[in-house]
């Protein structure tokens, strides 16, 4: 009686072509307590502990805005949120907040927490806000106040946003990081030696391959 032998996923199986000197690739930080397979897509998340956040205000209301602890949640992105009043209000108003890539990301109330990307409160003031008043959120995440998670298109937390593609595996236990290669830029990869989700439908890889695209990451069927 014969046997059949399945081979797994070489690592770096998926790759085709990338960029030269490397270019293609990083050192990726795996967060703990994942279990991350050769060719698998990965997500990202904040560290919130490392991002550093700062704040200024340009109009005429004098109310106060308020970072959270922690001010961001693990979705955040580096650079600059705006918080734009754009409806004015006795005593009150309501503020448009744009992420670094000038996408709104919902609605703040003057008194109410916001808690999204980034969290925080406006109290009101004395002197209440005008149309176009601006409060400007810096947020400081370097690269190594990310790290990387397996893929989960159903993820809440980032994991559910392509970030790049493992070449190598590894496995972290609790309070464990560990450091691997991966291709985030610059590559033209085997689509068929993609490790994806097991639950992944056709629409969400279809998805997820457009984000990835964005990346300068392109599947080959």
Known sequence: ?????????????????????????????????????????????????????TQAFAGTGNGVLTVADPAVSTKVKDGDYTVVCVTAAANGGTFRVEDPNGKSIGNATVGAAFDKEIKFTIADGATDFVVGDTFTISVAADAEDYQYVPFN?????????????????????????????????????????????????????????????????????
Do not use: H
Not at 19 to 35: F, K, L, M, Y
Not at 188 to 198: E, F, K, T, V
């Open 1 to 53: 009686m014969s046997t059949v032998l399945t081979e797994g996923l070489r690592p770096g199986e998926f790759i085709m072509n990338e960029d030269p000197g490397n270019r293609s690739r990083e050192a990726v930080t795996i967060a703990a307590e994942q279990v991350v397979t050769p060719n698998m897509v990965l997500g990202k998340i904040a560290v919130a502990a490392g991002v550093v956040v």
């Open 153 to 221: 298109q159903d993820g809440t937390n980032g994991s559910e946003v392509p970030a790049a593609i493992a070449i190598y595996g590894v496995e972290t236990g609790v309070g464990e990081t560990a450091k691997i290669t991966a291709i985030v830029r610059g590559c033209q990869a085997n689509g068929n030696c993609i490790a994806w989700p097991s639950d992944i439908t056709a629409a969400e890889k279809a998805n997820a391959n457009q984000a990835l695209e964005k990346l300068g990451i392109i599947a080959r069927y």
